[in-house]
């Protein structure tokens, strides 16, 4: 079994709690971690911008990654959202947190 992290960012916390609660219901993902008030600043249609936005990262397993995401791009409200899958490496954890993400996604009741 492999397992990955989901990096995005949103607008705002209100729209990144609401998306949270929609993949948790679809068991896209076993977590989402919220992280308010990061600064970013980027490059945009030719212009330096500076914005507020929110991280929300999310747990899964490496299968269903790839539907997370798009399901992610379906919700969002930017543009070109940034939405990032990153696969981790479990060696370190409890086998008993990854028990948990398998038995939080992919449709398990």
């Given amino acids: 079994m492999s397992y990955s992290w989901t990096y995005t960012t949103w607008p705002d916390p209100d729209t990144a709690e609401a998306a949270a609660e929609r993949l948790l219901e679809e068991r896209l993902c076993a977590?989402?971690?919220?992280?308010?008030?990061?600064?970013?600043?980027?490059?945009?249609?030719?212009?330096?911008?500076?914005?507020?936005?929110?991280?929300?990262?999310l747990k899964t397993q490496g299968d269903i990654a790839p539907t997370l995401c798009a399901r992610i791009v379906e919700l969002h409200p930017y543009d070109?959202?940034?939405?990032?899958?990153?696969?981790?490496?479990?060696?370190?954890?409890?086998?008993?947190?990854?028990?948990?993400?398998?038995?939080?996604?992919?449709?398990?009741?």
């Fill in 80 to 109: 070109e959202p940034c939405v990032l899958n990153l696969p981790v490496d479990p060696g370190g954890s409890a086998a008993g947190f990854l028990a948990w993400i398998d038995s939080e996604t992919g449709g398990k009741a």
């Fill in 31 to 57: 977590c989402a971690n919220i992280i308010r008030g990061m600064n970013s600043v980027y490059r945009w249609q030719g212009k330096v911008e500076t914005a507020l936005e929110t991280v929300m990262i």
